[in-house]
């Protein structure tokens, strides 16, 4: 603890600001005539001030895979930073040069703040006493210390006052990347010695993110107001009433998020977070998805009766078990059916080929009564390599996904996710048993294992049950990828609105249209996954 003061200590500096008469109003002794000429002008100043703070502006937001990044200017001159932009968090977090120094965080997280002679504008308050306090995410805690400074997001600016949060130390489960969080949290009114972040004290109101597969992103600041929106039914996270998910252009609801108890605002809720990079919700409703993509999808559906047959021989035959675990592995490779007279070439015993995938089937080596659609779902993602071929568009493969949502005053949305949004495509490593002849003659089997890529569902188990919103799913980056999500926190409660049609760009500051050749790549198919998923362990028994 004593190390952690002394280091904590080197952050004290000799400059102060002087913001007290940079943030008030100040006329020149002839800027007019008399006392009301002078209000006047006062209040057309501070009118022209305001609507300058008001322009529209935007931020690319650079895709990092597994999350995607805005480019924050810091300090004076500034020091740019690639930030995470964080819709499930509230503050502006930067990684200090005294973490990286200390070696309290690594190399590869990238550029650090350094405030004590390179930024005019940097202070930290009651230097003599300085505070650090704990936070903590889903990935980690971090110790931070408030500073003060100026920053900048496209073409607005603002001076952090004592809100600028500098991270010393971590324990982070993050690994690549990671200069710090650029917050959008939900506002909260109600908590007024809460440490603001930079939309509160710039002063703005509306902002929209989208995410673009095969360029930058926009992160859009000041934008105009919109009707109709969604009034948030969280409290703690922008949140919505989750009413279910419909498969297929039929919208087949799923038996999920029906039971609303007297006492409770929805059945389920849910938060949609920028800085998640998978859709999270209740294991067994997860299960029930998948149950019911399979059901729509001709390939699952008919892998499925294949699958269970081939378990029904090897119970009547269980001397043949290793061949028939052979078939399954041809059969998921093919992405379909082996007519029953295609023989497979077998090797003596019960070989372990297929293993890994008779362990997925079942949980265990034990032979299975049956397989579960689900199961065959994810079965046939791993295998995508090789049925799928050179293209990754699944889009004519799969069932889309609607996801129906309301807010408080009842007004529903339906958002709708194609497949190339809900499935990502990534690499995982394969192992391949082979037979080779040694010296002519002698069989042995060599094992070898290679990178391949496979399919992903881009769904993960999470548990987060809450009294009055029941089970809470996070909507993460399939939904900035495919619509964009505008917020509006003026109002109480804060709303939020969908816009479907495809990402814009930012270039210095302004939206501009996507250009032709980014729609192209982006209609090519499924995003590729490069980086671990970021996934938030949020305290279950926080409300929504």
Known sequence: MARWLSLLAALRVAQTYAGSSQLQEELPDDFCSSEEDCRLELRQLRAKRLADDEAPTCAPLENHGSFSSAKVGIGTPPQEFKLVADTGSDNLIVQSCLCKESGA?????????????????????????????????????????????????????????????????????????????????????????????????????RFSMCFNDAG????????????????????????????????????????????????MDSACGMIPDSGTTLITGPKDDIAKLFDGICDLWPRCKEMHTALASEFRQMRRRPGRRGQRFRRIRSMLEAGKPLPEMVEVEEHEGDAPVGLADKDMITGDAELPQGVSKASTMVLLMKHCYTWLGNSSDLNGELPPLSFHVAG?????????????????????????????????????????????????????????????????????????????????????????????????????????????????????????????????????????
């Open 105 to 205: 965080c690594p190399e590869d997280y990238g550029t650090c703040f350094r405030g004590t002679g390179r930024s005019s504008t940097f202070a930290i308050q009651d230097q003599e006493q300085l505070h650090s306090f704990v936070m903590s995410f889903g990935s980690g805690d971090i110790l931070v210390v408030k500073a003060s400074d100026e920053a900048t997001v496209g073409t607005a600016k603002t001076f952090m006052n004592n809100s600028l949060l500098l991270m010393v130390k971590q324990a982070l489960k993050i690994r690549g990347p990671f200069e710090g969080i650029l917050g959008l949290g939900r506002p909260h009114k109600d908590r007024p010695d809460a440490t603001p972040g930079f939309l509160k004290l710039a002063g703005i109101h």
């Open 408 to 544: 408080t005053a009842g007004y529903q949305e339906t958002l709708v996710l194609e497949p190339n949004s809900y499935v990502f495509m990534s690499t995982a490593p394969i192992a391949h048993q082979v037979v080779e002849h040694l010296m002519g003659y002698l069989p042995i089997e060599v094992v070898t294992v290679t990178q391949e890529n496979v399919c992903m569902p881009a769904f993960s188990p999470l548990r987060y049950n809450t009294l009055k919103n029941g089970p809470i799913w996070i909507m993460g980056t399939p939904l900035f990828y495919s619509y964009q999500v505008q917020h509006d926190r003026e109002p109480e409660p804060p709303t939020m609105h969908f816009v479907k049609g495809g990402c814009t760009s930012c270039v210095d500051g302004k939206e501009e249209p996507t250009t032709k050749l980014l729609q192209r790549k982006v209609a090519q198919g499924m995003r590729t996954l490069t980086h671990d998923p970021v996934v938030k362990d949020i305290n279950p028994d926080l409300p929504l």
């Open 216 to 263: 930058p992103g926009v992160l859009g600041l000041n934008i105009p107001r919109f009707t109709p929106g969604l009034q948030s039914v969280g409290t703690m996270h922008w949140g919505l009433d989750f009413r279910g998910i419909g498969v297929g252009s039929g919208d087949v609801r799923l038996n999920m998020c029906q039971n609303k108890t007297p006492g």
